[in-house]
């Protein structure tokens, strides 16, 4: 038993496994109101559905806020950005602030998971995304 043991955790070392890295989010347009911003990493699977893959909350600051997710692990990801005004914890059309990651590509309809996604690799990720808010 102790050889095998000791074999699998030779292979593990062998083998090796990607790193989760940093994702830092550098989030502008950011209004002076009240409520919180609730940021969210997803995978295709999980995207547009409950139960993201990371998650984060942060207080608005007028101007831009610094999202950070940390222990990310190589993959595609897609970020979705609420600043939930009222506080309900839903978004709210025409008031809350979104936004999405590759927020530049005009929004034609409902967001897709391609449209949005980047990719973490094995190296930290800086990203800047706007914040806007009605449609």
Same mark, same amino acid.
Not at 3 to 23: C, D, F, N, R, Y
């Given at each position: 038993?102790?050889?095998?043991?000791?074999?699998?955790?030779?292979?593990? %070392? #062998?083998? +090796?496994?990607?790193?989760?890295? #940093?994702? #830092?989010?550098?989030l502008n347009g950011v209004?002076?109101?009240p409520?919180?911003?609730?940021?969210?990493?997803?995978?295709r699977e999980q995207f547009l559905r409950a139960g993201p893959a990371h998650e984060t909350v942060v207080e608005p600051v007028a101007g831009?806020?610094?999202l950070t997710f940390e222990n990310v692990a190589p993959g595609d990801y897609a970020?979705?950005?609420?600043?939930? %005004?009222?506080?309900?914890g839903q978004f709210d059309f +025409?008031?809350? +602030?979104?936004a999405f990651s590759n927020s530049d590509r005009p929004m034609t309809g409902p967001p897709a998971f391609d449209d949005h996604k980047f990719t973490v690799a094995d190296a930290p990720?800086?990203? #800047?995304?706007? %914040?806007r808010y009605g449609f």
């Open positions: 038993m102790k050889a095998l043991t000791l074999a699998l955790a030779a292979l593990a %070392l #062998t083998t +090796g496994s990607a790193a989760a890295e #940093t994702v #830092t989010i550098t209004e002076a109101k409520g919180r911003i609730i940021a969210v990493l997803n995978t831009g806020v610094t970020l979705m950005v609420m600043h939930d %005004l009222n506080g309900n +025409g008031t809350d +602030g979104w990720l800086t990203l #800047t995304e706007n %914040l």
